[in-house]
């Protein structure tokens, strides 16, 4: 493989400033607690929701903002409640933020917008916190209560929002303290009934959330030699017996008693400022964040005589500059502290093994690779916020054949006049058309050879007002660039078609009438109090011949869809007939009609030049794993394209079907290929409905251990289809892999899967995982599989060397390459590049040279970050 390594494309990075896990621990909760999420916030105004599943950290969405800093970031869950079959519902999991304005805003966690924001007549919210979750009492007559929102303001004003009745409204003023530096810095609660609050005058205030009665007032006392006299109050915690642990402006960390209000030990933390705090479950450990980068950790311990008393028991600096935010999540699973600050990658550290384990720092770029290309014209295309840039890749001997020859020129930028950030980009393998999508808008542009310059000359494609006016999450155009499909932000699925036009045949126009795929009804899945975030369609992909379009959300369920029929270029553009054409057909419309919607409930079906999308009648695929990373389907060596049979064979116009059309359906073959956060490769026969062969008889678990030892997740594959190779190359942050799928990983027998899934219980019938197999066989040796993975998420890297060192080739995988046939190695991999942007593939213009090596361009991003 030739690699063009490029680290010439911009994308800007964002210091993180607010962390916050959806829960502290698994403790506490009536029935199988809620899913577990963890929210981040940045400088920019986004918020990154991460998946921290069985230690895989997979980012699952990014909230794009109104580029105001996110200053806090704050889980609420609704109270459980009983179905008409007295089941157990778990409450709805709701995520709210503030960011350097008068106001709270809570964020819908399906579309990842703003849903509403709060009313109330104060000033610029410094810090916020939410009121404990209520817990069924003793007495059956007490009816469950919401979480109310306690916020802090920078004129000293606290007050409370209700989260009642799935709404955020004001509910009352807590307190006012007046004075030039009244300013409410932080919030905390003791109890459902009583809040802690530090503010910039030195002075930690104890309120009745009841009453709103000031209970009592802290004072840190005189300031340290050569430091300003009032010392802010930067951070407040309450531990699980109550008491009252602070950080303040003096690199000081103070513990309160809980019952008396009156300081019992003051720890001297850090050389600077003290900025954030966070408490292990059981209240016995503190962790404490500065300035300076460095993290501190404080642990109780009794003394001979019975007294207790907090000591600092190590520091280490985790960050270049400092330590914004901590969060921390304590149960038997998993006891870590996630810190973030100015170095944009936020670092997984160990709560209740701190000092025997390892740190990880997680990815600082999307999961979502913001680039692509057209590969036939050698067009490398990358986005970030409102723009769009386009490069040209030259070849490498062009090169080196001229000292002057430049080996990439920007040959295209487009500006999007709109306020929101861009989602998605496509563009076809040939570069004649790109799309690209925001949350309120989708626009698509055509890209031309201009012949007196180098540069690209760019023509918005007018789309109809259907597609034109709402946001999309993902865009795709098929490999032969007749079809245009959107994901919108309520998950519809609509496809366009694109035809020359009439009198230009160069200039391309999108037909007016579009269709809506309607994906297929099922069950929601486990109770994970996320309802509607989990079905959110995440991925996207068309088959090699344009014939196939699949869909994946993130609880593992695929949709696909054919194109039936062939294409006749005869008959009309666009018509639309009844689906059931023994009661007649009449035609609704054409190009030419003057309506765009396509939500008319009396036509069923829309044909284009005698073709129609329909569902594929084997498309109840298994459900996979978890959640999907990679959806492409493997590219047909030698297919050839749908020919025209003037018109479609076999389909003729009758009195009682004037508008006949065809239902066959494409030759294919249709193999998709999904890759899971659990790092599972599947491949599906979207043809007959199950895996292809191939994958039954390489399951998962025979794969290369070098790629289930991987810690970072995949991010996005390019294929290499040559001669008797058929090569996917995944990449991730910081590695690239290799897998032949046209050779065995395993014996070469196919897996029972349905003796599988009968081992398995409360599962799916349709799932593909089965039976969890616990236990690998290597070399004669058992070794448990769980257990190493629980050992690998502890291991850090820090350089290159040390990933190869670490993540050496087995003697399994070393036997299965020495016995590899002359076609090459079934598996390769390196840690060469990082942190890596996405791959993206380059071709020749001319045709395509037989058993010539696949040529990409691979972006790096180098940013300032401590070394992995």
């Not at 043809?687 to 810690?711: E, I, K, M, T, Y």
């Not at 050496?808 to 942190?835: E, M, Q």
């Amino acid at each position: 493989m030739d690699v063009h390594r490029s680290r010439f494309v911009p994308f800007p990075t964002s210091a993180i400033t607010a962390l916050a896990f959806s829960r502290s621990s698994d403790s506490g909760y009536e029935s199988t607690p809620p899913a577990l999420r963890l929210a981040l916030g940045r400088a920019n105004g986004a918020i990154e929701i991460w998946n921290p599943f069985d230690s895989t950290w997979v980012q699952e969405a990014i909230f794009v903002g109104d580029q105001n800093s996110i200053d806090g970031l704050v889980w609420t869950q609704d109270p459980d409640e009983r179905d008409a079959d007295g089941g157990l519902v778990i409450g709805q999991q709701r995520l709210f933020s503030i960011a350097s304005s008068p106001s709270v805003t809570e964020w819908d966690l399906a579309t990842g917008l703003p849903k509403r924001t709060s009313t109330g007549n104060f000033s610029e919210v410094w810090c916020f916190a939410a009121q404990p979750r209520w817990r069924p009492q003793k007495n059956p007559s007490d009816t469950a209560q919401h979480s109310d929102i306690l916020v802090g303001c920078g004129d000293g004003t606290m007050a409370l929002l209700s989260t009642a009745d799935d709404d955020l409204t004001f509910k009352r003023f807590l307190a006012r303290v007046s004075g030039k530096k009244a300013r409410c810095m932080c919030v905390t609660y003791q109890n459902r009934d009583v809040a802690v609050a530090g503010f910039a005058d030195s002075i930690i205030r104890v309120y009745d959330t009841k009453s709103g009665a000031s209970l009592r007032s802290l004072s840190l006392g005189v300031g340290i030699p050569g430091a300003p006299k009032d010392a802010l109050v930067w951070q407040v915690k309450c531990l699980p017996n109550g008491d009252i642990v602070s950080a303040d402006s003096n690199g000081e960390v103070r513990f309160w008693d809980g019952r008396t209000y009156s300081l019992s030990q003051r720890v001297t933390g850090h050389d600077a400022d003290c900025l954030d705090l966070a408490v292990s479950h059981d209240g016995k450990t503190v962790f404490s964040g500065s300035i300076d980068g460095k993290m501190a950790v404080y642990r109780l311990s009794a003394n001979p005589g019975g007294r207790r008393t907090w000591s600092k028991a190590s520091h280490r600096r985790v960050h270049q500059g400092e330590v914004k935010s901590l969060a921390a999540f304590d149960s038997k699973g998993m006891s870590v502290i996630v810190s973030g600050g100015s170095d944009v990658a936020p670092v997984v550290t160990p709560l209740r093994d701190f000092g025997r384990e390892m740190l990880r720092t997680l990815p600082a770029l999307p999961q979502a690779s913001p680039v692509t290309s057209a590969p036939r014209v050698r067009l490398l295309v990358s986005w970030h916020e409102r723009d769009i840039l386009v490069w040209r890749i030259a070849k490498q001997g062009e090169a080196d054949s001229a000292a002057a020859a430049s080996p990439r020129k920007l040959v295209a930028r487009i500006m999007l006049d709109t306020k929101c950030p861009i989602r998605d980009v496509a563009i076809t393998d040939d570069g004649r058309l790109l799309a690209a999508v925001t949350v309120s808008e989708s626009r698509v542009f055509q890209l031309r050879k201009r012949p007196d310059h180098e540069g690209l000359a760019i023509r918005k494609v007018e789309l109809p007002k259907s597609l034109s006016t709402i946001g999309a999450r993902l865009v795709r155009i098929s490999p032969d660039g007749k079809w245009l499909a959107f994901v919108a932000l309520d998950d519809e699925v609509h496809v366009a078609r694109v035809l020359p036009e009439h009198d230009r045949p160069k200039l391309l126009r999108v037909l007016s009438k579009t269709v809506e795929l309607e994906r297929t009804g099922r069950k929601a899945p486990n109770q994970t109090g996320l309802r509607g975030y989990e079905t959110v369609v995440t991925h996207a992909a068309f088959s090699s011949d344009s014939s196939m379009l699949a869909t994946c959300d993130r609880a593992g369920f695929v949709d696909t869809w054919v194109l039936e029929g062939h294409e006749d270029t005869t008959s009309a553009e666009c018509e639309s007939a009844a689906r059931d054409s023994a009661k007649g057909s009449s035609i609704a419309g054409s190009d030419s009609s003057d309506s765009d919607s396509s939500d008319d409930d009396d036509i069923d079906i829309v044909l284009f030049h005698g073709q129609h999308w329909a569902d594929n009648p084997a498309g109840n695929l298994p459900r996979i794993d978890s959640s999907p990373l990679v959806l492409t389907f493997r590219p047909t060596p030698d297919h050839q394209a749908r020919g025209l049979v003037n018109g479609n064979p076999g389909v003729h116009a009758t009195r009682h079907n004037p508008h006949a059309h065809s239902h066959s359906l494409p030759p294919g073959p249709h193999l998709l290929v999904a890759v899971t956060a659990k790092h599972s490769v599947y491949e599906f026969d979207a043809d007959a409905g199950r895996l292809s062969s191939w994958s039954r008889r390489n399951p998962s678990s025979v794969l290369p251990r070098d790629f289930h030892r991987l810690r970072d997740r995949a991010m996005g594959a390019v294929w290499d289809m040559n001669g008797s190779q058929e090569r996917l190359w995944l990449y991730g942050y910081t590695w690239v892999f290799m897998l032949d799928l046209k050779q065995e990983f395993g014996d070469g027998q196919e897996t029972d899967t349905k003796k599988k899934r009968r081992r398995k219980s409360n599962t799916n019938d349709a799932d593909v995982n089965g039976s969890p197999q616990k236990r690998l066989k290597i070399n004669g040796e058992r070794s448990d599989q769980t257990k190493a993975d629980e050992e690998r998420d502890g291991e850090a890297v820090d350089d290159a060397a040390e990933d190869d060192r670490r993540l050496v080739t087995s003697n399994r995988d070393a036997l299965a390459a020495a016995k590899s046939t002359a076609n090459g190695s079934k598996h390769w991999h390196t840690f060469k590049y990082k942190p890596i942007l996405g791959m993206a593939s380059l071709a020749d213009s001319s045709a395509l040279v037989e058993n010539a090596p696949l040529e990409v361009v691979l972006v790096e991003c180098p940013f300032d970050e401590r070394s992995r």
